[in-house]
């Protein structure tokens, strides 16, 4: 058996159609075995899905999640246990126990047409594992490793040596699909011609990364059209959904009395990033 959480710095990531790991623990007679830590293509709860599915997962446990991807979920044969919150081992040792319910569900949140906001507590777009992870983008054009599942450990800094994120604090090594999109494209491009063992440091531009920010991604909505706005603050991160019921993670980046300001930029849009990457293991 397989369970699989979507995954973020060792909790349950709270939004299923924006998860850029799972953690999947195999189990065997009520108790795990073996878990480890693999990257998504972050391209909608469909992809997810039939990624879970590929790697022969039986049961998911998440956060929020829509309709839609319950949907998808059930036409791959995946079972569903949503609501969990806190660590992802907890929620997994209690899904074994009977203790974790399931809710269905529970993500109705609107953008673009009939409005609302939903906070998902901390801030979940990055730092994280979310920084090696760049959604649907090109990898590298070639190299030995290309196509093939890999293990890497790394850690990022900024250019002023501060670390944003480490998988080696974290204990597990990042899988993931060498130029499959999963990662962003200097990350892709490092990794596909490395050897088992070897460490590179690279330096990516913002091109390399998570590209430029985007003035347009910053939106301004009237507070009345947005139920609960009115509790948001300045930093805080949410999930909006547009009109076609897909979720989009933005920072609310001003408020006045009237109107709520949003940007939905990547937080590391613009930025230069600094990679120290080590190749663990090649699986096929």
């Given at each position: 058996?397989?369970?699989?959480?979507?995954?973020?710095?060792?909790e349950?990531?709270?939004h299923?159609?924006h998860?850029?790991?799972?953690?999947?623990?195999?189990v065997?007679?009520?108790?795990?075995t073996?878990a480890?830590v693999?990257?998504?293509?972050?391209?909608g709860?469909?992809?997810?899905?039939?990624?879970?599915?590929?790697?022969?997962?039986d049961?998911?446990?998440?956060?929020?999640?829509?309709?839609g991807?319950?949907?998808?979920?059930?036409?791959?044969?995946v079972?569903?246990?949503?609501?969990?919150?806190g660590s992802?081992?907890?929620?997994?040792?209690?899904?074994?126990?009977?203790?974790?319910?399931n809710?269905?569900a529970?993500?109705?949140?609107?953008?673009?047409?009939?409005?609302d906001?939903?906070d998902h507590g901390?801030?979940?777009?990055?730092?994280?594992?979310?920084?090696?992870?760049?959604?649907?983008?090109?990898?590298?054009?070639?190299?030995?490793?290309?196509?093939?599942t890999?293990?890497?450990?790394?850690?990022?800094?900024f250019?002023?040596g501060?670390?944003?994120?480490?998988?080696?604090?974290?204990?597990?090594p990042?899988e993931?699909?060498c130029?499959?999109?999963?990662?962003?494209?200097?990350?892709d491009?490092?990794?596909?011609?490395?050897?088992?063992?070897q460490?590179?440091e690279?330096?990516?531009?913002p091109?390399?990364?998570?590209?430029?920010?985007d003035?347009?991604?910053?939106?301004?909505?009237?507070?009345?059209?947005?139920?609960g706005?009115?509790?948001?603050?300045?930093?805080?991160?949410v999930?909006?959904?547009?009109?076609?019921g897909?979720?989009?993670?933005?920072?609310?980046?001003?408020?006045?009395d009237?109107?709520?300001?949003?940007?939905?930029?990547?937080?590391?849009?613009?930025?230069?990033?600094?990679?120290?990457?080590?190749?663990?293991?090649?699986?096929?």
């Open positions: 058996m397989k369970i699989a959480v979507t995954y973020e710095n060792g349950v990531f709270q299923f159609g998860t850029r790991q799972f953690k999947v623990y195999e065997e007679n009520g108790q795990v073996s480890s693999i990257g998504s293509n972050g391209s709860h469909g992809a997810l899905a039939g990624l879970l599915a590929g790697k022969d997962v049961v998911l446990i998440c956060g929020g999640i829509g309709g991807a319950v949907a998808a979920l059930a036409e791959q044969g079972q569903l246990c949503a609501g969990a919150s992802a081992d907890e929620a997994v040792a209690a899904y074994l126990r009977g203790d974790l319910k809710t269905g529970n993500c109705d949140h609107h953008h673009d047409g009939d409005h906001c939903h901390e801030d979940h777009a990055c730092p994280g594992h979310e920084s090696a992870c760049g959604g649907c983008r090109p990898g590298a054009n070639g190299g030995k490793n290309r196509g093939k890999v293990r890497t450990h790394y850690r990022g800094t250019n002023d501060t670390q944003f994120d480490s998988s080696y604090d974290r204990g597990e990042l993931f699909v130029s499959a999109g999963m990662m962003i494209p200097g990350f491009a490092a990794v596909a011609d490395m050897e088992v063992g460490t590179v690279v330096h990516l531009t091109a390399e990364a998570y590209g430029e920010a003035p347009a991604d910053v939106f301004t909505v009237e507070i009345s059209q947005l139920p706005a009115e509790d948001l603050t300045v930093g805080q991160r999930y909006l959904q547009d009109t076609f897909r979720p989009i993670p933005v920072r609310v980046a001003a408020k006045d009237n109107t709520v300001t949003f940007d939905a930029n990547h937080e590391m849009a613009g930025k230069e990033l600094n990679f120290t990457i080590e190749l663990t293991e090649v699986l096929d």
